[in-house]
Nanobody, 120 residues
Framework: EVQLVESGGGLVQPGGSLRLSCAAS????????MSWVRQAPGKGPEWVSS????????YYVDSVEGRFTISRDNAKNTLYLQMNSLKPEDTAVYYC?????????????WGQGTQVTVSS
């Protein structure tokens, strides 16, 4: 059974930083591209970032480029999202997802999410 468990969310002031983690199990983590998706209150899900299976290629939505960094440790079966210079508009539930292309089409391989709130 595929399991993805996010952690690291919380309340942070604008300009602050958080590091999200996603522990993966139930599949060969190192064989899959992985992504982060977020959903703000009252809005649909938004793709944030992806990383290829080997960790050498990364992708970002324009709104987080230069502020967020996605990474992975295949030995630990863990995906990360380092978020710096956080803005109120980054407030959302952040989900770890298996895959890259079509990751928004189904929640089947998403975790349960972790809340990130950016507010003073």
């Amino acid at each position: 059974e595929v399991q993805l468990v996010e952690s690291g969310g919380g309340l942070v002031q604008p300009g602050g930083s958080l590091r999200l983690s996603c522990a993966a199990s139930g599949f060969t983590f190192g064989s899959y591209d992985m992504s982060w998706v977020r959903q703000a209150p009252g809005k649909g899900p938004e793709w944030v970032s992806s990383i290829n299976s080997g960790g050498g290629i990364t992708y970002y939505v324009d709104s987080v480029e230069g502020r967020f960094t996605i990474s992975r440790d295949n030995a630990k079966n863990t995906l990360y999202l380092q978020m710096n210079s956080l803005k109120p508009e980054d407030t959302a539930v952040y989900y770890c997802a298996r895959g890259r292309v079509g990751v928004l089409s189904s929640r089947r391989y998403w975790g349960q999410g972790t809340q990130v709130t950016v507010s003073s």
